[in-house]
């Protein structure tokens, strides 16, 4: 034989190591009945086995265990029927993986007789690993697609929670599925509703991040998902074990879903036993808590919408009622006026327009407090305050409404020494009302109690009752807007359901807090107000000299007013209390015959309103201030407008003070007397001694 002939088997092995190397096709070769006899390079090459090893039915050994048997019975059917043979199995790569292949085998005959076989195995792992993918995004996209099927008419929240956890934790087999809502605070988080298997126990309830430990909680917050494939293996007690083996975890997904930089919900699933999650069940956990959190957000919106509509309609109900309320006894008193002669009955009937209008401006003032307060327009002149005095002006407010109940009154004042650092009449605002709605929801002759004290570095003020009380399902939304008790209705004598919560803004506003103690009906309330405490005992601001009665006295002699006032009805009155008082008094209905009656008239004041025709009262202030020669006329803004911005517009424009309508008549009295007293002492221009 010659050389060419002896290299000639060589070269053909040589072929095959190189094309099973570089190829994903190896071939191969057997005996009949499927044993190896003869060197399979192609074969040695792809799975690194030696002759040694594939020899006989040795090449079975790469096959993986699973699929054994299987392929041994297809093989011994293609021998049986000496017919192609055609199966898919998994056969290990040199490098330990197994990889998917499709073996293709050719009997090769001799008449009829089986000589050998023949045949190639195709590495098929991409195109089947891409048809997994495939199959799994389906069947994913259908999930998603039933869960937002099975949703998407659901307005509960906690139902939406349990639907997904239920259809989730059934899709991934798994022993139990949750969805959290984490709190505000990114420490706890609570489970509302879940899903578990037959004789699992539910999860439901309020947890501690930190029992996952400190590196997952870290994680979790940063939107990391936690997964665990085997509790007992990678966890410690101290990494979160403890509590997953507790409740019978020993495999579990919890995908944390970060918004704006913050964790707000968590999807667990959870497995009793170890599980190795693939990558698309952990991203198939993560696609879900979005979807949930976001539809669970959009229910609780639409919920809010629909709670604040609800809301917003007993509201404008109860202000019109509370509003058309004091109009019924001003029309009678207003009859009985026209009619009556008796100085009883007059008397009577004035009292009665005096109290129903103060009234309708309390309801007013309230709801304008409220609009300064959402819009943030409140701004708090804050001095040092003895606590004392807050507690006993307060009383003085309240005082008409503890005398009407007859009720007994308490009060327990602080020591002198305590101070806060806030604005006087927001929180004598505040304590007024808390003993205003105590006299309201106390039967007559009922006890009230308002006690003070220091509490190390806070301000504690208390008032108590033995009122109706609040059930303790209700006494968490007393403080939220528009809110009135179904059990105060026999109690109520009118108000709009702001009173509190305008208390609870402007202690906070303080840097304090406000809260509630009931032990039901029929129990009684105690409100608690806590204040930041001023250290140390300030020197207080003295009190501006000449008092009262200087002012009264210099009050004596008759000024001449200017009334510039579009409503006709508003001027007339104004200008008739204003000659009854003893002054001379002229008026306009417009800015710019306004501006004109003060160059004419020169008078010591002038009282102008600022939504009028022709020329508003801001320009026409302007106009006075502009003229040198009406630099000593007092000028005040007179106005149903009176917010803080309108303040520091008035201001801007010139004017020397500013009163809100309706106006008390012992306050235009006061008025009055305070531009007397100036006017007989020196004076430049714009006054400052007047408190705006």
Request: glycine share 10%; aromatic share 4%.
């Amino acid at each position: 034989m010659s050389k060419r002939e002896n290299d000639e088997p060589d070269r053909g092995h040589h072929r095959l190591q190189a094309l099973a190397a570089n190829t994903s096709t190896l071939v191969w070769f057997t005996a009949p009945d499927g044993s190896v006899t003869q060197q399979n390079p192609s074969w040695s090459a792809f799975t690194g086995q030696a002759m040694e090893d594939y020899r006989g039915w040795g090449w079975m050994k790469a096959v993986h265990p699973d699929d054994r048997m299987g392929l041994e019975d297809a093989w011994r059917a293609a021998t049986q029927a000496k017919t192609a043979f055609d199966h898919a199995y998994r056969l290990c790569r040199r490098d330990g993986e197994y990889r998917h292949v499709q073996a293709q085998g050719t009997p090769v005959m001799d008449g009829t007789v089986l000589r050998e076989w023949v045949g190639v195995c195709v590495d098929v792992t991409a195109s089947h690993r891409a048809q997994l993918a495939l199959q799994e995004s389906e069947l994913r996209y259908r999930l998603l697609d039933r869960l937002g099927q099975a949703t998407r008419e659901v307005d509960d929240a906690s139902e939406v929670m349990g639907v997904t956890a239920r259809m989730l934790g059934e899709y991934l087999g798994a022993t139990r599925c949750a969805y959290a809502d984490v709190e505000p605070d990114g420490d706890r988080f609570t489970i509302r509703n879940d899903w578990s298997v037959p004789g699992v126990p539910s999860s439901v309830g309020a947890y501690s991040l930190e029992l996952f430990g400190p590196q997952a909680t870290t994680n979790l917050r940063r939107g990391q998902h936690l997964v665990v494939r085997d509790v007992d293996r990678e966890l410690g007690d101290e990494g979160g074990g403890r509590m997953f083996k507790a409740i019978g975890i020993r495999a579990i997904i919890c995908a944390g879903l970060v918004k704006q930089g913050r964790l707000v919900a968590m999807m667990a699933v959870h497995q009793a036993d170890p599980r190795d999650w693939t990558e698309q069940e952990i991203a198939l956990v993560g696609e879900v808590v979005e979807r949930c959190w976001a539809h669970i957000e959009r229910v609780r919106d639409n919920a809010m919408l629909r709670e604040q509509d609800r809301r917003k309609d007993e509201f404008l109900a109860t202000l019109a009622h509370e509003l058309r309320n004091p109009l019924a006894p001003i029309k009678y008193a207003m009859a009985l006026l026209r009619r009556a002669d008796d100085p009883g009955q007059l008397a009577r009937a004035r009292d009665v327009v005096d109290r129903q209008v103060s009234q309708m401006a309390r309801l007013i003032d309230d709801l304008l407090d409220l609009s300064r307060v959402n819009r943030g327009l409140i701004r708090l002149q804050l001095e040092p305050l003895r606590v004392a005095d807050l507690v006993r002006e307060a009383v003085e407010v309240a005082r008409p409404a503890l005398d009407e109940g007859r009720h007994e009154l308490q009060v327990l004042p602080p020591p002198e020494q305590v101070f806060v650092h806030a604005d006087a009449t927001r929180l004598v605002q505040v304590l007024g009302n808390l003993l205003g709605n105590a006299a309201k929801y106390t039967p007559d002759g009922g006890r009230i109690v308002v006690s003070a004290r220091a509490e190390g570095g806070e301000a504690l003020i208390e008032v108590a009752d033995n009122g109706v009380g609040i059930p303790p399902a209700d006494q968490g939304r007393l403080f939220q807007m528009f809110t009135q008790l179904e059990h105060t209705a026999s109690r109520s004598r009118g108000g709009l359901g702001i009173g509190l919560s305008l208390v609870r803004t402007l202690v906070q506003m303080h840097g304090g807090t406000v809260s509630l103690r009931s032990e039901g009906l029929g129990r009684g309330s105690t409100f608690t107000v806590r204040l930041p405490r001023m250290g140390g005992v300030p020197a207080l601001a003295p009190q501006a000299p000449g008092g009262v009665s200087g002012a009264a006295e210099a009050g004596e002699r008759g000024l001449r007013i200017a009334v510039v006032e579009d409503n006709d009805d508003g001027r007339a009155s104004l200008v008739e209390l204003l000659g009854l008082m003893g002054h001379e008094v002229r008026s306009a209905a417009d800015g710019a015959a306004g501006v004109e009656l003060v160059r004419s008239f020169r008078p010591d004041l002038v009282l102008l309103d600022l939504g009028l025709p022709v020329m508003d009262g801001l320009e026409a202030c302007r106009r006075i201030r502009g003229d040198p020669q009406l630099r000593q006329v007092r000028v005040v803004a007179l106005t149903g407008w009176g917010t803080d911005l309108d303040r520091e517009r008035t201001a801007r424009a010139g004017f020397d003070l500013h009163l809100t309508k309706p106006v008390e008549a012992e306050t235009l009295r006061r008025t009055v007397e305070k531009t007397a007293a100036a006017k007989a002492g020196p004076s430049a221009g714009p006054s400052s001694d007047l408190a705006r």
